[in-house]
């Protein structure tokens, strides 16, 4: 199993981004759970969206409202949506599934 992770970029305050987790090797109907997770420089890793397929979508208290986490089946695809995006929001993005990790995509967010 594998995931590529991709959609990362420098920004302005206010602006959107779209990340992408791409699976391969499983389909992502068939993993409970998939998370995007971010690490901000000098600060620990930190959950910051899940897809469950029992107990929906959650979100870390910062981004409620703003980022969205979506499963695309067709595409073997996580999305996150990531709206009116702030300056605490740069940060190394990675997609993870249960003992798996994504490489990581960077979110740079300016003023």
């Known amino acids: 199993v594998q995931l590529q992770a991709s959609g990362g970029g420098s920004v302005q305050a206010g602006e959107s981004l779209r990340l992408s987790c791409t699976v391969s090797?499983?389909?992502?109907?068939?993993?409970?759970?998939i998370s995007w997770y971010r690490q901000a420089p000098g600060k620990q890793r930190e959950l910051v969206a899940r897809?469950?397929?029992?107990?929906?979508?959650n979100y870390a208290d910062s981004v409620k409202g703003r980022f969205t986490i979506h499963r695309d089946s067709a595409m073997n695809t996580v999305f996150l949506q990531m709206n009116s995006l702030i300056l605490e929001d740069t940060g190394v993005y990675y997609c993870?599934?249960?003992?798996?990790w994504g490489q990581g995509t960077q979110v740079t967010v300016s003023s």
């Open positions: 993870y599934v249960p003992d798996i």
């Open positions: 090797g499983i389909r992502i109907n068939t993993i409970a759970s």
């Open positions: 897809s469950d397929i029992f107990l929906g979508a």
